[in-house]
């Protein structure tokens, strides 16, 4: 089972946070909002639309800063996603399914082809 980072709000395999170090890992409880994943700020967009749309709370964090994020535009910066535990599994194979299902092309493409 996952542990939890309280430093990094992250589920963790392992007895060690790969991002941060920390050995002060805990058993996840309900409530606690766990790192989906951080992608670029389009993507956390799209992300957090289709996670209100099934329900599921979702915070986010710039993984730049803020500061930094004004001055090169929000075009480029990343952001971390957050969800509950009680919902994380649901989130991550929502995640999965958007950005990791095959393309699978149309029978007749937009030229009619």
């Known amino acids: ?8 709000m992250k589920l963790v395999e392992g007895e060690i946070c790969p991002r941060c170090r920390s050995r002060k890992l805990r058993e996840p409880e309900a409530g606690d909002f766990c790192l989906v994943e951080e992608v670029p700020y389009m993507q956390a967009e799209m ?12 915070t986010t964090r710039s993984a730049l800063g803020a500061a930094i994020t004004v ?3 929000v075009n480029v910066g990343r952001v971390r996603l957050y969800v509950p535990f009680e919902r994380f599994d649901e989130a991550k194979d929502l995640y999965d399914a958007f950005f990791n299902a095959p393309f699978v092309p149309e029978e007749d493409g937009p030229c009619g082809n």
């Open 71 to 73: 001055k090169l535009g």
């Open 1 to 8: 089972m996952a542990l939890y980072c309280e430093s990094c």
């Open 47 to 58: 992300l957090k639309e289709l996670y209100a749309d099934n329900g599921i709370p979702c």
